[in-house]
């Protein structure tokens, strides 16, 4: 067998192959999802310790089954390429013993002539495996795995779904990423991209997105934390997009203020941004009566336009993200 394939058990006619998995320089090794077929990076020390019937959870999609299920396509090839070598020498192997009998061919009267030679086998080495590399290790705060991804995930390979926590604020990261990426561009592009509105585009999707941020880990925290959730959410709608309703809600099941604990300077600034975004989605970013009502302190007027600027944005996500530590800092009464 080609170095890296070895066989370690006979029963009768069947074998059990052993193929290796050359890890990368990092020491991680691929896993390919069955169901989405997106790749991840698991540190190859911390996978030998797991144990052998572990299930793992794609990152990504959150499909979970028996971790043979997570060969990717290059470690499939080369165990393919292993298996192959064996076929072809047991293919030779029986050959060499069906003809054993007549090794020197003869001519009979009728009937054709067979000849056989054995040939010695030289396998080829096996493929290598060269998939993309991890630009950073993650390590699950819950069981310490080390792993790498390659977009927005939201599972541990090993122990599942992330903390709520930990989700916000990886998406909050994304969302100064995106404003670092774009502050990168070489500045013919960037101009070009800013007289089309792209970078207005860009911060008003910001904040729609801390909005919903703070939703989804809102509503996880609620339910993980309130023993009759389900009761208080009835037809309440999408309260967790309404900062007050929030803080309401929190605190008529028991919790503190969410108010106080944020500061009072920042909870305004919350509820401003938070009135831009629903301007945003709902009228064009024209201003409304509502949303001078959220802010008294504006000096625009019904009807104008609002604007907003990268600054801006950045205080939206260093604000949310304190907003985000308390929701998740709240403990049960
Ligand atoms: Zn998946
Ligand atoms: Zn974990």
């Not at 394939?5 to 390919?32: H, N, T, Y």
């Not at 007549?102 to 000849?115: L, N, Q, T």
Request: charged share 25%.
């Amino acid at each position: 067998m080609a170095s890296g394939a070895e066989i370690v058990g006979r029963d009768s006619d069947s074998f059990e192959m052993k193929v290796s998995i050359p890890s990368d320089e990092d020491g991680f090794f691929g896993r390919q999802c069955p169901s989405c077929r997106q790749i991840f990076r698991i540190d190859g020390n911390d996978y030998d310790a797991l144990p052998d019937e572990v299930v793992l959870w794609c990152v990504y999609c959150g499909h979970h089954d028996e971790h043979s299920e997570f060969m990717t396509q290059q470690q499939l090839d080369r165990a393919l390429r292993a298996a192959g070598d064996l076929g072809v020498q047991l293919i030779g192997q029986a050959l060499d013993q069906a003809f054993s009998g007549f090794r020197s061919s003869r001519r009979s009267e009728f009937g054709i002539e067979i000849s056989y030679r054995t040939e010695p086998f030289y396998p080829e080495p096996l493929p290598g495996i060269d998939e993309e590399k991890l630009i950073r290790i993650r390590s699950c705060e819950r069981c310490s795995l080390r792993y790498a991804v390659f977009g927005e995930h939201r599972f541990c390979p090993v122990c599942g779904h992330l903390p709520a926590l930990v989700v916000a604020l990886d998406a909050l990261a994304a969302e100064t990423a995106r404003l670092d990426g774009v502050a990168q561009l070489p500045a013919q592009t960037a101009a070009m991209l800013r007289e089309q509105g792209v970078f207005t585009r860009l911060w008003v999707d910001t904040l729609k997105n801390l909005v919903g941020v703070v939703e989804a880990l809102g509503t996880a925290v609620f339910r993980d934390t309130v023993p009759d959730a389900d009761q208080r959410l009835r037809g309440k709608g999408n309260i967790f997009q309404r900062l007050d309703h929030t803080a309401d809600l929190f605190v008529d099941a028991g919790y503190p203020d969410l108010r106080t604990v944020v500061d009072p300077a920042r909870w305004q600034r919350l509820i401003e941004f938070w009135a831009a975004r629903h301007v945003f989605t709902h009228n064009d970013g024209l201003v409304d009566e509502k949303y001078l009502t959220k802010v008294p302190a504006s000096t625009m007027r019904i009807g104008q336009r609002l604007t907003t600027t990268e600054q801006l944005c950045r205080q939206a996500i260093a604000d949310t993200e304190v907003l985000c530590r308390a929701v998740a800092g709240l403990t049960a009464p």
